[in-house]
């Protein structure tokens, strides 16, 4: 079955880039028509949709945070990535990377990574 | 946005009860509706779509229903391992949303 897994530095300096990679395995990102999305999770907190990226480069950012984010994907590798600039402690947080479900629009999360926690601090 | 509330927020309960939790839409979504079960240190896990849909290899212990705005997840007979923070999702419309939890211990 379809696997994702995060990775990525767990340190990042405030003001610079957070940048994060998920590989999915057990599927072809480009097939199925799915949206592969990411999330995250302050420190004790809920849960926050980032944005989504589908195979073909389209994507669709949260508007809270759409100034800093870029989704973007490498089918020949399957992954997709996670930029997000100008950092803050705010932006301390497990990310998440997942699959929408059903294929081809709005759904749930269904798999899920494992998450990989990201600190911003100097 | 399309805010998710929940209730309550944190319940205390005992192996073999029935456990409700509710989840409000600020407004209308149809079914588009997901409930998430999340363990410390653990991704959330899928166990309800399209506000009563049961995921594959979720128990049939959990049951979900509702339409609109107002939308329930019931544990029939909570187990052990039932003790975790549960989650509300809408999917009707990006930027999708989340409830902001409830904590079900013992």
């Known amino acids: 079955q379809v696997q994702l897994q995060e990775s990525g530095p767990g340190l990042v300096k405030p003001s610079q880039t957070l940048s994060l990679t998920c590989t999915v395995s057990g599927g072809s990102i480009g097939s199925g028509g799915h949206y592969w999305s990411w999330i995250r999770q302050p420190p004790g907190k809920g849960l926050e949709w980032i944005g989504y990226i589908y195979s073909s480069g389209s994507t669709n950012y949260n508007p809270s945070l759409r100034s800093r984010v870029t989704i973007s994907v490498d089918a020949s590798k399957n992954q997709f990535s996670l930029e997000l600039t100008s950092v803050t402690d705010a932006d301390t947080a497990v990310y998440y990377c997942?699959?929408?479900?059903?294929?081809?629009?709005?759904?749930?999360?269904?798999?899920w990574g494992q998450g990989s926690l990201v600190t911003v601090s100097s | 946005d399309i805010q998710m509330t929940q209730s309550p927020s944190s319940l205390s309960a005992s192996v073999g009860d029935r456990v409700t939790i509710t989840c409000r839409a600020s407004q209308g979504i149809s079914n588009y509706l997901a409930w998430f079960q999340q363990k410390p240190g653990k991704a959330p896990k899928s166990l309800i779509y399209a506000a009563s849909g049961l995921q594959s290899g979720v128990p049939s212990r959990f049951s979900g229903s509702g339409s609109g705005t107002d939308f329930t997840l019931t544990i029939s007979s909570l187990q052990p391992e039932d003790f975790a923070t549960y989650y509300c999702?809408?999917?009707?419309?990006?930027?999708?949303?989340f409830g902001q939890g409830t904590r079900l211990e013992i």
């Open positions: 999702q809408q999917y009707h419309s990006y930027p999708i949303t």
């Open positions: 997942a699959r929408e479900r059903p294929p081809g629009g709005a759904g749930w999360f269904d798999p």
